[in-house]
């Protein structure tokens, strides 16, 4: 609880400041007043709103005129489908191709990977997001532009709000293989950027680990070259690379915004986008206390996997 | 006693920035079955290079030459898999540096069972029960306990003795030992060589000892097999070769070892520095170093011949040497 405190107060001012430049609009100085008290001093704001947060309370949002946590609610199953499938992606490709390169050091394989790499790092997000487009959904037609699912679909029946996992559940394997549809593109658009960082994060682990004499050990057991890759080699560069997939669900979490837009995917992104235009200051307050606790999360829990990965971290 | 692996002519170059480099020059040697091979020669002699090359394990980019028959089949022409094959079932080794030789993540349950596991094809089981059996032999306290513990519990003598364990789970015929005590204090030195003879002679295990360690051979080895710049420079049984030297380099070494008996007596150390792979001197390679050189040492190398009372030695200088060319 005290992280999260820590966390909303750089949120708070922001309060005050926007509702301030929205004054220009009557109508929503006059819905703050009425719901937020802005005409009170800043900390009794803030205090008031800490109160409410600790009922559950995130506020009203301005533009659906429902509380801010039921359309989190509504809208969070979807971009945590659409960021847990592009950290899976992200991973399989990123380090399966690291382990690659770092093998193959300084041979072509290792230079196409580093090209492959450095390209997904670079590209700009919305071009990549345009032209995967134009070239799977508009010339090839392979995939579906837009939404989670067909219109004439129905969603599976409600169980986490992941339609792949919730279509599986129900046994509604037409409607798995059209979320897969819908969710492939916009989910390797937000890869690509992962996919090269922990390309570039799992070459450089697994070459230092390629130096130790404990490697040699596992060779000279005559164990065969996967074993001695996955079990004696990926291990002991593990650690590092699941630092920085910890911290890609930061960008992750950023990245939606834009590919969820693009995609018309009915997520956090989405949702945060139009409340940002709107100044919906509720709405936006909430989105990033639901990142910021995402990000803590997540960072425990590679905390947490540190201690299961290595076993003299627990000593430490 | 019979020839279990026989190297001839063993060539190793290494991949540099400024093409193959030659590190081992045409070494010979036998090893017999029951008995302890001892390799010596100072840092950057080939030693390391020269085990790695019988196991497989040079870096890439090595070239070899030469052949190591082990049972008739020639391990330098082995396809890979093959080769694998070998490896800890036929020839097992361990390491210099017991801290990180061994995993720090993996238990050593499963350091010391995957290769019986996979090799020998045991349940988990039978190699649980092998490994347990493994660590008694190898004198671990408590050895149940210790299967589920980490290297990093244990102290460095104790992840020797699991080292060797964990060479010798498959039952292996030759043990390579590269500088299995340098890395320890002396208290635990003792205790690991002690082991080590002792495998030998119970097992019948044929153990490659590689050190620069000249008392450690002195006491433990069968044979003495001494290396200069990559190239032998004598061999034979242990007593002529520690006790009545007769190369330059060797009777250097010996010299250069304290002696109990003539504590007071100064060391003699041997002159120059010890020719690195980038710079090996033409002829014989001790030429630069040696006392006794003569203009010939510096152009032809000299050949290992055989003399009388069992050993090879490449020193033309050498007066029974000299009369055998003749």
């Known amino acids: 609880m005290a992280f999260v405190l820590t966390h909303l107060v750089p949120g708070d001012p922001a309060v005050a400041n926007l509702g301030d430049r929205a004054s220009a609009d009557p109508v929503a100085v006059r819905i703050y007043r009425e719901h937020f008290g802005l005409d009170k001093p800043l900390p009794v704001q803030y205090f008031v709103y800490l109160g409410n947060l600790l009922h559950g309370d995130l506020g009203e ?38 382990v690659i390169a770092a093998l193959n050091r300084n041979r072509l394989s290792d230079q196409i990977i580093r090209v492959v790499s450095l390209g997904g790092m670079s590209t700009p997000q ?66 690509a950027f992962n996919m090269g960082l922990f390309t570039r994060f799992t070459r450089s682990a697994v070459l230092e680990v390629l130096e130790n004499d404990y490697v040699r050990t596992a060779r000279a057991k005559g164990l065969p070259e996967l074993t001695v890759v996955f079990r004696h080699i990926l291990r002991a560069a ?60 997540v960072n425990m829990v590679v905390d947490i996997l540190y201690g299961i990965i290595d076993p003299r971290v627990q000593l430490a | 006693m019979t020839t279990l692996l026989s190297v001839r002519d063993l060539r190793v170059w290494l991949d540099t920035a400024r093409g193959p480099l030659p590190i081992v020059d045409g070494v010979s040697f036998d090893i017999s079955a029951g008995q302890v091979f001892g390799l010596a020669g100072e840092s950057g002699s080939g030693k390391t290079i020269t085990a790695l090359a019988l196991l497989g394990l040079l870096p890439a980019g090595a070239r070899t030459g030469g052949s190591a028959i082990l049972d008739g089949r020639d391990l330098m022409t082995m396809r890979t898999a093959q080769r694998r094959r070998t490896r800890g079932r036929e020839v097992a080794m361990v390491f210099q540096d017991p801290m990180s030789s061994l995993h720090p993540m993996l238990t050593i349950e499963r350091q010391l069972t995957e290769h019986l596991r996979y090799q020998l094809g045991m349940s988990r089981k039978e190699a649980d029960e ?15 306990a210790a299967l589920r513990g980490h290297p990093h519990q244990f102290s460095g003598g104790m992840r020797q003795r699991i080292q060797i364990a964990i060479a010798l789970a498959c039952e292996p015929r030759l043990l390579v030992a590269d500088e299995p005590t340098t890395a320890l204090d ?6 690991i060589l002690r082991l080590l003879h002792r495998l030998c002679q119970e097992k019948d295990l044929a153990v490659m000892l590689i050190t620069h360690d000249l008392g450690v051979l002195s006491a433990l080895a069968d044979t003495v097999t001494v290396m200069y710049a990559g190239r032998v420079v004598e061999s034979g049984p242990t007593a002529q070769v520690m006790g009545r030297s007769r190369h330059p380099y060797t009777r ?13 007596r100064a060391l003699v150390p041997i002159a120059g520095e010890p020719a690195g792979p980038e710079s090996r001197p033409a002829g014989c390679a001790f030429h630069p170093r040696c006392r006794y050189m003569e203009p010939p040492c510096a152009t032809a190398v000299p050949p290992l011949i055989r003399i009388d009372d069992g050993r090879e030695m490449a020193c033309p200088v050498d007066p029974l040497v000299a009369s055998l060319a003749r």
């Open chain 1, 61 to 98: 949002s301005e533009q659906s005129q429902r509380p801010v946590s039921t359309d989190l609610a509504e809208y969070i199953p979807a971009t945590a489908e659409l960021a847990i499938t592009s950290i899976v992606l992200a991973c399989l490709l990123g380090i399966t191709l690291g």
């Open chain 1, 126 to 191: 919305f071009w990549l997001a345009l032209v995967a487009l134009y070239i799977f959904f508009y010339k090839l037609s392979w995939v579906p532009g837009s939404g989670r699912l067909d219109a004439i679909v129905l969603p599976p029946p409600h169980l986490t709000g992941l339609f792949t996992i919730d279509s599986l559940a129900a046994g509604q394997f037409d409607v798995f293989a059209n979320s897969i549809q819908h969710l492939i593109l916009p989910a390797c658009v937000l890869a």
């Open chain 1, 238 to 297: 593990s650690p590092p690379i699941l630092t920085v997939v910890g911290l890609a669900f930061g960008n992750v979490m950023t990245g939606t915004v834009l590919v969820e837009n693009i995609f018309s995917w009915p997520g956090i992104g989405q949702y945060s986008y139009r409340s940002a235009t709107a100044l919906d200051l509720p709405a936006i307050v909430g989105v990033m206390l639901f990142v910021a606790i995402v990000y803590i999360l």
């Open chain 2, 130 to 144: 092998r490994a347990v059996e493994l660590l008694t032999e190898v004198r671990i306290p408590n050895p149940e």
């Open chain 2, 186 to 191: 002396v208290t635990v030195q003792a205790g």
């Open chain 2, 252 to 264: 250097g070494l010996v010299d250069s070892l304290p002696h109990p008996e003539a504590a007071d």
